[in-house]
């Protein structure tokens, strides 16, 4: 029994030694992996930082093309503006209470009225020419008696002939 006893005794010290030498190994290992994580965390603070300073300077970059935008289209509507007032409405204008602020296309001659180029966008020879005043084959036509069409779904600054094709010949000549 005392042979049981010393076995017992022996094999409790070898556990209790064992496990001291595990935790004095997980322990420096502990301290490698704390070391290890510090230098990680230091890396993604620095990357955060660097993220975040770019975003920010795209920011203001983005924000400063917006206001230049802004600034050239508000310049471009003025002048827009100064222009129309210079020229005045077409004298068929108040006849269709038409207010310039969209294109009008004159279905039975093929031919837009463009108010922010302030003339006219016909079809001559299968080209689609521009003048600023009424085209010769309008000259003795009554336009405010005219068959219109207000060009709503075209942008004002774009040129409305861009878009002829675009739609069915029915839609024009409706």
Request: proline share 3%; glycine share 4%; net charge positive.
């Amino acid at each position: 029994m005392k042979r049981a006893i010393l076995l017992a005794v022996a094999a409790f010290t070898m556990v209790i030694v064992g496990q001291s030498q595990v935790h004095a190994q997980r322990h420096e290992k502990d301290d490698k992996y704390w070391e290890r994580r510090k230098e990680a965390d230091k890396k993604r603070y620095e990357y955060y930082r660097e993220r975040d300073k770019k975003r920010a300077e795209y920011a203001r970059e983005e924000r400063k093309r917006e206001k230049e935008y802004y600034r050239e289209s508000a310049k471009r509507r003025k002048e827009y503006l100064k222009e129309r007032r210079k020229h005045g409405l077409p004298s068929w204008a108040l006849a269709h209470h038409y207010d310039a602020s969209r294109h009008v296309y004159f279905r039975d001659y093929h031919t837009f009225y463009d108010p922010y180029r302030g003339g006219y966008v016909f079809l001559n020879g299968g080209n689609w020419r521009f003048s600023a005043e009424i085209p010769s084959f309008m000259i003795n036509v009554d336009l405010g008696r005219a068959n219109i069409m207000v060009v709503k779904d075209v942008p004002i600054s774009r040129h409305p002939e861009d878009f002829y094709d675009d739609y069915e010949e029915d839609y024009w000549d409706d």
